[in-house]
Nanobody, 115 residues
Framework: EVQLVESGGGLVQAGGSLRLSCAVT????????IGWFRQAPGKEREGVSC???????YYGNSVKGRFTISSDNAKKTVNLQMNSLKPEDTAVYYC?????????WGQGTQVTVSS
């Protein structure tokens, strides 16, 4: 059974930092990419960042230069370091894995940035 479990969310002031982690089990971690998405109230879910099996990273325009994604293959975790946080980063952040057309999602972790 594929499971993705996010952690690390919380409340932070604008300009602060948070580090999210996604623990992955039951999924071929070494062969597939993992991504982070977020969804703010009243808005559609949007892609934030992803890392592929070769370690290449991709970022949404709104987070480039502020967020950094990394993976630990030994621990089967994907981390998202978020710096210089802004109130507009407030959202539920979800970890995602896709294989053969099937998407797997974590339960999400709330990030709230106060102004």
């Amino acid at each position: 059974e594929v499971q993705l479990v996010e952690s690390g969310g919380g409340l932070v002031q604008a300009g602060g930092s948070l580090r999210l982690s996604c623990a992955v089990t039951g999924f071929p971690f070494d062969d597939h990419g993992i991504g982070w998405f977020r969804q703010a109230p009243g808005k559609e879910r949007e892609g934030v960042s992803c890392i592929d099996s070769d370690g290449r990273t991709y970022y949404g325009n709104s987070v480039k230069g502020r967020f950094t994604i990394s993976s630990d293959n030994a621990k089967k975790t994907v981390n998202l370091q978020m710096n210089s946080l802004k109130p507009e980063d407030t959202a539920v952040y979800y970890c995602n894995a896709e294989k053969l057309g099937t998407d797997y999602w974590g339960q999400g972790t709330q990030v709230t940035v106060s102004s």
